[in-house]
């Protein structure tokens, strides 16, 4: 029987990343028609979106400007001039990606990877989105006690190297496990 790697506890720590941004970000959450207008800017309708990246069929709306950098807010926050149709397949792949250096790049799944012919236009397109939508970048941490927030923060390096050490048992658990399961095998 062939043997399947187990995921690794760290690999999760991304998930957990993101929780800790989205969970102290406000949520302004937008309107039909801040959508409706956005995607007017991408040349879509509400009924006919596609994936900006790609051209299929959109299942999602990604950020076009991740939330988190370096595992902290972005300053970048959910609006609608932020939030761009793509299909699931683009938004799994682009996750926290530059867009433009993802589009041009060779990650698995990427518009490049995948030989979307039409990738300069997507480009422009994008372009023409961020210049309309002046999306800025805000100063999140400054609203914010500094006690408070690096306290926050450290909780988050807490919970890594909480994950750490559990990995680190785990392989161990794994090893007695895998011992004790060889001895009482039978062919």
């Not at 760290?10 to 929780?19: E, G, K």
């Not at 480009?123 to 006690?147: D, M, S």
Request: glycine content about 6%; some cysteine; overall charge positive.
């Amino acid at each position: 029987m062939a043997r399947v790697a187990p995921p690794r506890i760290r690999t999760r720590l991304s998930s957990v990343t993101n929780s800790f941004v989205q969970a102290i970000l406000p949520g302004f959450r937008p309107t039909q028609e801040e959508i409706e207008e956005a995607l007017r800017q991408l040349g879509q309708t509400y009924d006919d979106r596609r994936c900006v990246y790609c051209g299929d069929r959109s299942t999602d709306f990604d950020h076009l400007i991740p939330l988190v950098r370096g595992r902290r807010p972005s300053g970048f926050l959910t609006e609608a001039r932020n939030l761009v149709p793509a299909c699931g397949t683009c938004n799994q792949s682009k996750g926290g990606s530059d867009w433009r250096k993802w589009m041009l790049g060779t990650a698995k799944n990427s518009p490049a990877a995948r030989g979307i012919p039409d990738i300069p236009q997507r480009i422009e397109t994008l372009e023409r989105f961020i210049q309309w939508g002046k999306c800025a970048e805000r100063n999140v941490a400054g609203h914010v006690q500094p006690k408070l927030w690096e306290d926050y923060w450290a909780k988050l390096d807490q919970i890594e190297a909480l994950m750490d050490a559990a990995q680190s048992q785990a392989a161990i658990i794994k090893q007695q496990i895998e011992a004790g399961l060889s001895t009482n095998r039978t062919v």
